[in-house]
């Protein structure tokens, strides 16, 4: 049950905004084979997409946090804190 509609119109709004835009981007990193994650930001949300999906379905897919919580699960990726046992 969603307790914010507001929050989830706002939510929406900076996704379509950011797609639109074309502010989505893989990291330096990538091997540039279509298995990367696009992130694009918009003010203090994250869209994360997958890139081995085609365009519809992956901006249908989109997942969206918060700047904080992007920022915590990245430095998590980066201290190993995700890493497979």
Request: proline fraction near 4%; charge should be positive.
């Amino acid at each position: 049950m969603n307790h914010h509609p507001q929050r989830t119109a706002v939510a929406s709004a900076a996704v379509r905004a950011a797609l639109a835009n074309g502010r989505y981007r893989a990291s330096r990193r990538s091997t540039g084979y279509g298995q990367c994650v696009l992130v694009a930001r918009e003010g203090d949300l994250v869209g994360i997409q997958d890139s081995k999906l085609p365009g519809g379905e992956r901006q249908m897919r989109t997942l969206v946090v918060s700047w904080p919580a992007f920022c915590t699960f990245v430095a998590g990726v980066k201290c190993g804190r995700h890493d497979a046992y």
